[in-house]
T-cell receptor, first 113, second 116 residues
Framework: QQQVKQSPQSLIVQKGGISIINCAYE??????FPWYQQFPGKGPALLIAIRPDVSEKKEGRFTISFNKSAKQFSLHIMDSQPGDSATYFC????????????FGAGTRLFVKA | NAGVMQNPRHLVRRRGQEARLRCSPM?????VYWYRQLPEEGLKFMVYLQKENIIDESGMPKERFSAEFPKEGPSILRIQQVVRGDSAAYFC??????????????FGSGTRLTVV
């Protein structure tokens, strides 16, 4: 019930294309859904996040789509660039849980020039 | 304002030795979280601490692993009698006491433990 399932495991996209990463959760008590970006040898960094009362959030080329009834959310990277090549983690947390965050298994994105 | 500082960056230990990983949270942050990342895998929650208190250790192995966050000084993750399976990257994150989940985590760059 504490799991966050993420797919695909890896993704190759042409420069300028759209990268789509999907996640699903089970625990309806989760109320905050961040995405983190991790480059090799670095710690993850917060990219964008959403609350379940919003169906979509956009920041630049990054968009989260959220489907509360299906308990699914996804990250869309528009106009993907080689510099976006990294590992992306979806995650879920709840304020009442002391902000403990549960992470998906990660998606390794490679954007071909 | 320095970020989350972890040291050492790389640590090599022989089987049976002890490993001590240190994490200094961001200034003003009073919550510390430890995660383990195995090669090609995601981040697995280990423990959540506040100053002098362990709040949630549900992800910590029952034996050989311990964590503390003293009133003064960094948080320490201690692994006794290390085995090859302990080889992983260990990340520390911190967050402020107020602001809720939206304050987000700030991660350190991790300690890469190799057990030989």
């Amino acid at each position: 019930q504490q799991q966050v399932k993420q797919s695909p495991q890896s993704l190759i996209v042409q420069k300028g294309g759209i990268s789509i990463i999907n996640c699903a959760y089970e625990n309806t008590a989760f109320d905050y859904f961040p995405w983190y970006q991790q480059f090799p040898g670095k710690g993850p960094a917060l990219l964008i996040a959403i609350r379940p009362d919003v169906s979509e959030k956009k920041e630049g080329r990054f968009t989260i789509s959220f489907n509360k009834s299906a308990k699914q959310f996804s990250l869309h990277i528009m106009d993907s660039q080689p510099g976006d090549s990294a590992t992306y983690f979806c995650a879920a947390s709840m304020d009442t849980g002391g902000f403990k965050t549960i992470f998906g298994a990660g998606t390794r994105l490679f954007v071909k020039a | 304002n320095a970020g989350v500082m972890q040291n050492p960056r790389h640590l090599v230990r022989r089987r049976g030795q002890e490993a001590r990983l240190r994490c200094s949270p961001m200034k003003g942050h009073s919550h510390v979280y430890w995660y383990r990342q195995l090669p090609e895998e995601g981040l697995k929650f280990m423990v959540y601490l506040q100053k002098e208190n362990i709040i949630d250790e549900s992800g910590m192995p029952k034996e050989r692993f311990s964590a503390e966050f003293p009133k003064e000084g960094p948080s320490i993750l201690r692994i006794q009698q290390v085995v090859r399976g302990d080889s992983a990257a260990y990340f520390c994150a911190s967050s402020p006491r107020t602001g809720g989940a939206e304050s987000g985590y700030t991660f350190g760059s991790g300690t890469r433990l190799t057990v030989v």
